[in-house]
């Protein structure tokens, strides 16, 4: 039993959110509704507040203030879960921006980040596939808002094309299953790492590679809204998050920081792209370019993994990453056995639409029991939530 705000916008879809309410009525959950001013010619108070039994909620509160009545504030700490459906891309835009000009946007800024919000956009195809209304989604979904994405079909101006907002049914259980799914890690301690590690040449050069750490960071972030105790160990990157980070620099750093956490985790996963070797002698000077060649005696860096399966516990488990450009399956089974792995997770690197710096990836994931799974090209933050699914499924066996 929570309780379900559902903030609407003023979209034709907003015609089907009578039905959404009585979804969750029906799940016994307690409802209460937001009308912006042009949703209510969309659809009436008295349908909702009759579906509901709650008093549904209009634009008037700017005028209609008393002192014991703050409602953006009270509905914003009553809601367990905000649900903003139709999003129309004018509200996505002011979501984006901080922009609290009426009841449902002041209520989303009053919202605490940290409790789950969905936004369902719909709207033309090409206000959706507007560069702006694109930034702004991805600015949003950044910040933890759960977008479920509009699908295709004739839209209200006739045209066809993506843009319809999911069924209420849909959302629904959408809703429902991102919920069970928070409390999966529950109690578990989780240590990821992400991005490349660089090994210095001169205090100028190094050698690294194309990680960007989005994988690594997606995971992390997930584990957490999953209700993980998360700790982020990350190589050089730009990315931002709301999470805790280690920063380290070089393979060593990352294994003598893991040495030190290692054993108080349940779950270790190795996203970082480690670099295999480092410079032998570092210079302390910049390097001139005096002659014509320079030669460089590269040494192996330690397989942190490998090193971490020594002193590995009865319990814990290890998820590796293999980064392939050719015989995927093949080289990833091989290394989860060499590095003494509960799982890995292959991807292929040769792929420019996933994979290094794209915002997608699509992998397989292997268990040392020889199960495989396949996750089907999707973001990042989908890929990541279906990887902790499996993890979690290899842990309750
Ligand atoms: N890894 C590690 N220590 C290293 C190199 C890699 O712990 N020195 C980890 C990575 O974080 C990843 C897994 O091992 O989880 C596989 O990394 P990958 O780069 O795919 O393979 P390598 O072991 O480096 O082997 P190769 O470069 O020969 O493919």
């Not at 005028?63 to 996505?92: G, K, Y």
Request: glycine letters at 4%; a neutral charge; one cysteine or more.
């Amino acid at each position: 039993m929570s309780n379900i705000l559902i903030g609407v916008s003023g979209g034709i879809a907003a015609y089907k959110i009578p039905i959404l309410c009585r979804k969750f009525i029906q799940a016994g959950d307690s409802v209460k509704v937001i009308l912006t001013e042009n949703a209510a010619k969309f659809v009436t108070p008295l349908t909702l507040e009759t579906l509901t039994k709650n008093r549904v909620y209009l634009d008037d509160f700017l005028t209609d203030i008393s002192p014991r009545d703050i409602e953006h504030i009270d509905l914003a700490e009553w809601a367990d879960i905000f649900i903003i459906a139709p999003a129309t891309a004018n509200t996505i835009a002011k979501m984006a921006c901080g922009i609290a000009d009426n009841l449902l946007t002041s209520t989303y800024l009053a919202y605490k980040t940290e409790k789950p919000l969905f936004i369902c956009p719909a709207m033309n195809t090409n206000m959706y596939q507007n560069p702006a209304t694109v930034d702004n989604l991805n600015k949003i979904a950044q910040r933890g808002v759960n977008i479920i994405s509009p699908i295709e079909g004739e839209l209200a101006c006739k045209d066809v094309g993506i843009g319809k907002m999911q069924e209420p049914e849909i959302i629904f259980e959408a809703v429902k299953d991102k919920l069970s799914a928070c409390n999966v890690l529950n109690g578990l301690k989780v240590i990821v790492t992400a991005g490349p590690t660089i090994e210095d040449i001169d205090p100028v050069r190094y050698i690294s590679n194309r990680s960007s750490g989005k994988m690594g960071y997606a995971i992390a972030e997930m584990a957490k809204k999953m209700g993980a105790d998360v700790t982020l160990i990350s190589g050089p990157s730009n990315l931002k998050t709301s999470l805790n980070v280690t920063k380290v620099k070089s393979a060593i750093n990352m294994l003598n920081v893991l040495k030190q956490k290692v054993e108080d985790c349940d779950i270790l996963i190795m996203a970082a792209a480690v670099a295999d070797y480092r410079v032998e002698n570092i210079s302390d000077i910049k390097i001139k370019k005096s002659s014509n060649e320079l030669h460089l005696k590269l040494i192996k860096n330690p397989d942190i993994l490998f090193e971490l399966s020594k002193v590995k516990r009865e319990g814990q488990v290890f998820v590796g990453f293999a980064a392939e450009s050719n015989d995927l399956e093949e080289n990833a089974v091989l290394k989860l056995k060499m590095k003494n792995l509960d799982m890995i997770v292959a991807n292929d690197i040769k792929r420019e639409d996933i994979a290094f710096d794209s915002d997608y990836n699509e992998v397989i994931v292997f268990n040392k029991k020889g199960s495989k799974l396949t996750i089907k090209k999707d973001k990042k933050e989908v890929i990541a939530e279906k990887i902790l699914k499996e993890i979690k499924a290899y842990i309750n066996g």
